[in-house]
């Protein structure tokens, strides 16, 4: 019979056990943090009606959606992000009480094209607050970023904070209408990527006359510089403007609330460059890097008063961030933070077979109670190979019980690491081994 | 704007905070299970080349698969199970260390018709052992079954046990081929359902000779009574058949390593009906039942030593089970037997707004680094409104911190259950939080 290649999808991954060691570690230090912040659990389905997600994601991210057409002919699509449901759960279940505070870790699916470090399904780990315009709750959100990265270890990042009313005043400045603000946004997302003149360019071709280009640009320069942006300068240029005034003033009280909630502030930055390429975004917006490794943002967020809308006729407004647990975990890696072992077993029973292997088991289960991780080698074959599986797995003992050391009613414990091999009572052994660390 | 109507996808749910905060504990109370017995876990892809899962399933369950034709003109498939995944995997990653302990948590999609306690997404939880044929893993499979629902607080289920060649062994004695298999499995399967006389027409209707289906329910019938089946008296029919007496042997080695790991005798018993409607067994196999709430079998599984050659030239046998997460957190909630709170908070901090306010964040961010769950209101709203909040989500505490409070360097600390209000030094704030047991 013709065999079927073992292969994968390109842009999908499998995680081995190593890989997911470190994942489950890296997502209960996170979920920790969440947890702590009052955030509490939602998970929303793969698919959705295609309806849900079309729309939300600007052009770009329209066409990445995976769709197709069910065996019941509906057109589906697969989650894309964790924003959009979560809309689509507050307007759908109207009693849920307010404000709500979520957390939700689920992979998304996006038909991208695969490169390094970019995949087809990946994991986020988002927080939101909904059904509270204040910023007390931006500043949440900021915090849940912070102690996030913090308690997995991280030394070095930046969160970047901006707000989409200072965008807007900036077209104002400019003398351009709010319609602007999209084209602006996805423009000047990318100058980091392509550069000042580049994004010029762009909004040229985009309309943008030139003598607006240069007014944007006369705000936004004096930022781009290693200096990076002041708030103050900004002010002075924008503060006139109403909601340059409220954006400034939003901003100063989320920086004022996050430093309450011990966020250090080596650790925020303004800066007026930062736009979110997504289209629903309405008040403050944050993005957090880190100098190495060359990775994009690995949160983003901020503020979507209106998206709950496009559901029912009521405002909720909503704040929230995604953690992109891929790059997280590649800074994790990279900077070796987090060290897993190989197994999470502890101990191997060596298989004597017949009674002895049965007198093994019994007391293997009696160490499987007291919480120790263990297993038997499933087959009777030389005690060498047995040690070699230990040694391949890392298990750090093999237990070894023959008839000799049933008489005496002990095991021979043998540490993996150190090579010793001690005499324990089976009484004492769970004893003996919850007590080694590694 | 034309409001898009907030639904669900047919099949298909939501898991909002007090659905998850049980979900995520009885998952937990799996997964420690696991991890004592030395399984490792392992994620697999939503998608897959539709070759990988097709042809695996038998013909009702193919016809299930979610597929699709992807952007880049692929033919792809969403996860059907965790055992196929598993295969594809153990087949491609020729160096995984073996003999393989691995878990698996994850959704699955079936394109079933939906009805209650059926979804077209619903988790699985997975063991398996791959890479030896000894029943020692077989033993080990059921062990973690026995211990997961212990675990989770079962009282009473039955862990059923049969063997794929005593099947085939039933063939010959009623004198017929081995290519029988198949449509034996699949009619016996559905004797719970159907009853005798239904199976028998349809074994009539696949072929089988009248006195070949009267043959089959000579052994059969003595223990579809009251009184069950007896592996002695089905020995006796059978034994004398090569396929048999290795099956009897097989069994009866099983049942006495899972005595030893600690599985009560009350809770297995051997079942020559139980057929699996799966075409991959090829030994045991094992299905679990619960009496209350009227479900179908809420584990199953069984040795699969021929899968894995469906993708390489390499035996490698193997066997496991699935937890049916859906059904066993059903019989949770039916019995009452695990209980969590509407809340993961501990305490809410009332929200003064100006300094009293960023006072209350600041000690808000020392509780938070002492590990408690809390969070403070967003907006400085009516005591008597945010109150009503930590009333509404069950959180037990209210921490009030006004000028007068922080005069003395005190908190009023409120207990939501009680109405108690105490003055507590703020420096012991977080030590009287976590002393107090709901």
């Given amino acids: 019979m013709k065999k079927i290649e073992a292969r994968l999808l390109k842009g999908f991954r499998d995680f081995l056990p190593s890989d997911m060691l470190l994942r489950n570690e890296v997502i209960r230090i996170i979920r920790n943090v969440f947890e702590t912040h009052g955030f509490l659990p939602l998970e929303t389905p793969t698919l959705e009606h295609l309806d849900i997600l079309s729309g939300k994601y600007g052009e770009e991210g329209d066409k990445l959606i995976f769709k197709f057409r069910d065996q019941g002919e509906r057109d589906v699509a697969m989650r894309y992000d964790l924003t959009v449901p979560l809309a689509r759960v507050i307007a759908q279940y109207r009693d849920i009480i307010k404000p709500f505070k979520r957390y939700q870790i689920q992979p998304v699916w996006r038909a991208d094209k695969p490169q390094k470090g970019r995949f087809r399904e990946f994991y986020q780990c988002d927080v939101d607050v909904l059904g509270t315009a204040s910023v007390t709750a931006d500043a949440e959100i900021i915090s849940v970023i912070y102690h996030s990265l913090k308690a997995l270890g ?10 989409r009313k200072l965008l807007n005043a900036l077209l104002k400045f ?8 999209l084209p602006l946004c996805r423009s000047i997302d990318k100058l980091d990527k392509i550069g000042i003149e580049d994004v010029k360019n762009e909004l040229t071709s985009r309309g943008f006359r030139s003598e607006q280009t240069e007014k944007i640009f006369e705000v936004l320069s004096p930022g781009l510089g290693d200096g990076g942006f002041s708030l103050d300068e900004t002010e002075k240029l924008l503060g006139a403007i109403p909601e340059g005034a409220e954006a400034i003033n939003d901003l100063k009280e989320i920086i004022s609330y996050i430093t309450s909630m011990g ?3 080596d650790f925020i930055s303004f800066d007026l460059s930062l736009a979110r390429g997504l289209d629903y975004y309405t008040g403050a917006v944050f993005e957090t890097f880190v100098s190495k490794p060359k990775i994009g943002s690995i949160t983003g967020g901020g503020r979507y008063d ?9 405002e909720i407004p909503a704040v929230g961030t995604s953690l992109g647990l891929e790059r997280i975990i590649d800074v994790v890696k990279e900077h070796e933070l987090i060290a897993v072992p190989r197994t999470v077993t502890r101990a191997l029973f060596a298989n004597f077979g017949g009674s002895a292997g049965m007198e093994a088991m019994k007391i293997m289960s009696g160490l499987r109670s007291d919480g120790i991780q263990c297993e038997i080698y499933p087959e009777a074959i030389k005690l060498g190979k047995q040690f070699k599986y230990a040694d391949k797995l890392g298990i750090p003992f093999v237990i070894i019980i023959g008839d000799d050391e049933l008489a005496k009613s002990e095991a021979m414990v043998k540490n993996m690491r150190t090579g010793d091999q001690t005499g324990i009572k089976i009484s004492e052994l769970s004893v003996y081994i919850l007590k080694y660390k590694d």
Same sequence: chains 1, 2.
Avoid: R, S, T
């Fill in 174 to 181: 400019a003398e351009l209408g709010d319609d602007a603000i």
């Fill in 263 to 265: 966020v250090g502030g």
């Fill in 306 to 314: 209106e998206l709950v809308g496009m559901f029912i006729n009521e």
């Fill in 154 to 163: 991280f030394e070095e990042f930046l969160i970047k904070i901006n707000h």
